[in-house]
């Protein structure tokens, strides 16, 4: 979903070219018309020619104007794609938020930590008593075997 940045400065190095055919065909023009209005020589010819090179310029300058505005369609469209996007991402980050807001300060996340614990203690206190009663057990044991002699 990036906007190719290189549009830009090529629309515009398009149309610096046009500017400059256009200047160019302009005086071209002009000279033409000097030539067959002020000097009286037949140049018209050249000033047809002239002036279809400025139609063409303005058919191309026509072009290059839908072109751009076909561009920002589609980059409008890209942009309000992102916005629906970030809307959507702001409502779960504000559905966390809130979770995180009734789970901080209280020991309601911790339950499942509380609960893995209290049955690892458990195991160690059976463990425990089980080392415990067998040397209860092996010291009475030892007790019988020496008080029978």
Known sequence: ??????ESTVFKNKLDMLQSQFLIAMDRYRGALTEQYL???DS?????NAENLINDIYSK???????????????NNKIESLDEYLTKLKKNVDKENK??????????GAVPREKTIKSIMDIKYIETGMYFFSIVGSTFLIYKYLTKK
């Open 61 to 75: 300058a026509f072009i290059l104007t839908s072109q751009v505005n076909s561009n920002i369609i589609q980059n």
């Open 99 to 108: 979770i995180l807001k009734v789970v901080k300060g209280s020991q309601k």
């Open 39 to 41: 000097e009286g020589k």
């Open 1 to 6: 979903m990036e906007i190719d940045k290189r």
């Open 44 to 48: 018209s010819n050249e000033s047809k």
